[in-house]
């Protein structure tokens, strides 16, 4: 297992832009994929980004594409969350996460996770 540790979060309006952060403890490239979350209380986990760690090909929710940018730093074993032209809905608490292997490709990626850090609050106002 790798420990995951988010930062960056903080609150903007509308329009801002903020760089979210996710140091791991160990090897990122042990995950064949990892992911970004996140989820507003009473709503459900929505998988907003996906890296695969091998290829570093991207996949993008619908509602973010275009505006957010996944991205991998191997020799700081971090990975980064790149958001602009945020809204208001994009206001939650955010987590990235080793994706199990199985669920690489599948939409329904957030139904299985390795790993998940504790999450770094986004504020869009």
């Known amino acids: 297992h790798v420990q995951l540790v988010e930062s960056g979060g903080g609150s903007v309006q509308a329009g801002g832009s903020l760089r979210l952060s996710c140091a791991a403890s160990?090897?990122?490239?042990?995950?064949?994929?990892m992911g970004w979350f996140r989820q507003a209380p009473g709503e459900k986990r929505e998988g907003v980004a996906k890296?695969?760690?091998?290829?570093?090909?991207?996949y993008y929710a619908d509602s973010v594409k275009g505006r957010f940018t996944v991205s991998q730093d191997n020799a700081k074993n971090t990975l980064y969350l790149d958001m602009n032209s945020l809204k208001p809905e994009d206001t939650a608490m955010y987590y990235c996460a080793a994706v199990c292997r199985l669920y690489c490709y599948s939409d329904h990626w957030t139904e299985c996770l390795d790993d998940w850090g504790r999450g770094t609050q986004v504020t869009v106002s």
């Open positions: 890296i695969y760690t091998g290829s570093g090909s991207t």
């Open positions: 160990g090897y990122i490239s042990s995950s064949y994929c």
